[in-house]
């Protein structure tokens, strides 16, 4: 019994040691066990890795000896949102998806565990920092329209582009999706409004076609409505009139007969009306319109005889008046032409007179002219005999030419004198009459003034002319 004890607590104890120490992988994990130096593995990875890996099988692990930690095969998801610009330099925003794993083979899973072992949570981030890097290189290379094209390039070049660096991560990327392109600046709206008003044309005019054939059949259902209705309504009369001509047939049958009756009585009095007629026409005939045809005859050809007549009289007189007429014009065209020859011959005879005038009076005008030149010229020398006369005697005798002039001048000197008391309505004199005497022995004064300046001009030196002293004179008697 105590053997058997014993050997339980063997088993037991063997059993819980055993299960200290085995471990077993789960089909989405993997085991790293380290602590022991590795001389290879079953898929010949070398012995540098110097750790050894397990997965989807058991391993027994010596605690205290070696460690095992575990690295998970999942799938993981990280989430792409990326600012980029394009070949065009359009700025755009990436939103994609990458789905990746660490790699089923040993290499993928000991380059995963050296990298991400202690860091799992990390992995995420490293992968969106990888990608974003590889996709702003890309869409840097790429137009706008292309990327809107073929997304399927973009995202094949991607992945290519990534390959490399995710196989040393020890990651494999299952699926990379771009979700959405963000444009901020409105360009791939714009590049799509041509094409989307081109389809809303497109629309809009089959819309407008449907809409007309529509309208068309359901113009044509009308027609062929009213078409029917009419065609019913045309059965229906008829067959009303039918009915009704039926009805009056036999509500008149009674007196249709009655009526038949009498149009047979009728007939045969219009018969007898008819002969009866025809012998009053035969009475007419013989006793009226016989005498009345020969009294038509006879005053047709009485008619035709007077209008005839009447044609031959007036025939005559046109004639004569068409001879009256040829005369009248005759002696009218010669009254005329001698009228113009005697114009003629008068105008002629007024042309003559009138030359003969106008050199009657040219000859008077000349001989005018020069005996108003002949005057002209006398007047002259005459005129100049006497200024040399007076010349002389002014040179000769000057007192007695002065006093001759002043003699003859005198009352109009004087009256200049006086000619402005003349304007003067009241004249008050202070003096008295000796007031007066002075204003008059002024005005006298001024006149014996005027002869001693003349004779004071004519007593100047002999270089002035005869006319020169003559003009001197004049003014001073004028003065």
Request: negative net charge; contains cysteine; charged residues 25%.
């Amino acid at each position: 019994m105590v053997v058997l004890i014993a050997v339980v607590v063997v088993v037991v104890l063997f059993m819980a040691l055993f299960k200290l120490m085995w471990r077993v992988a789960e089909p989405n994990e993997a085991l790293v066990i380290s602590g022991l130096r590795e001389h290879g593995t079953g898929d010949g990875v070398a012995e540098s890795l110097g750790f050894r890996i397990v997965t989807g099988k058991g391993t027994l692990v010596i605690p205290g000896v070696q460690t095992v930690r575990r690295l998970s095969l999942d799938l993981n998801e990280a989430e792409l949102q990326i600012e980029c610009v394009t070949h065009q330099g359009i700025p755009l925003g990436i939103q994609g998806v990458v789905i990746f794993k660490v790699g089923d083979d040993y290499h993928s899973i000991a380059n995963a565990a050296r990298r991400f072992l202690d860091q799992q949570d990390q992995m995420d981030h490293r992968v969106h920092n990888l990608f974003a890097g590889h996709l702003r290189a890309i869409v840097g290379n790429m137009t706008v329209e292309e990327m809107i094209r073929d997304r399927e390039k973009l995202t094949m070049l991607t992945r290519e582009s990534s390959g490399t660096e995710m196989e040393k991560l020890g990651l494999i990327v299952d699926s990379l999706q771009i979700q959405e392109i963000i444009d901020p600046t409105g360009y791939i709206e714009n590049m799509g409004k041509p094409h989307a008003a081109a389809v809303q044309m497109t629309a809009r005019i089959a819309q407008a076609d449907a809409d007309r054939e529509a309208t068309q059949r359901e113009q044509l259902a009308e027609a062929l409505k009213a078409e029917a209705r009419r065609d019913s309504s045309i059965k229906q009369a008829g067959f009303q009139a039918e009915v009704d001509a039926a009805a009056a047939s036999a509500r008149q049958s009674g007196p249709l007969t009655e009526a038949s009756a009498r149009q047979e009585v009728v007939v045969q009095e219009t018969k007898v009306a008819e002969l009866e007629g025809q012998r009053e026409e035969q009475r007419l005939q013989a006793t009226v319109r016989r005498p009345a045809d020969a009294k038509a005859y006879e005053e047709v050809t009485l008619a035709k005889a007077s209008r005839d007549a009447r044609i031959a009289a007036a025939e005559a007189q046109r004639q004569e008046v068409e001879l009256q007429a040829a005369g009248h014009a005759q002696r009218v065209r010669l009254e005329a032409e001698a009228e113009a020859e005697h114009v003629k011959l008068d105008a002629a005879a007024r042309a003559e007179s009138t030359r003969s005038v106008g050199i009657a009076e040219a000859d008077a005008t000349a001989a005018k002219g020069q005996a108003e030149g002949a005057a002209v010229r006398a007047r002259g020398m005459a005129e100049a005999d006497s200024i040399k006369a007076r010349s002389d005697a002014l040179a000769e005798n000057q007192d007695a030419v002065i006093g001759q002039q002043l003699a003859e001048n005198w009352p109009a000197i004087v009256e200049a004198a006086a000619k402005p008391f003349g304007a003067i309505d009241q004249l008050i004199v202070l003096n008295g009459a000796s007031g007066l005497s002075d204003a008059f022995a002024q005005a006298l004064s001024q006149g014996v003034a005027g002869l001693q300046m003349a004779r004071k001009i004519l007593g100047s030196p002999g270089e002035e002319d005869a006319a020169e002293k003559e003009k001197a004179v004049v003014t001073a008697q004028s003065g």
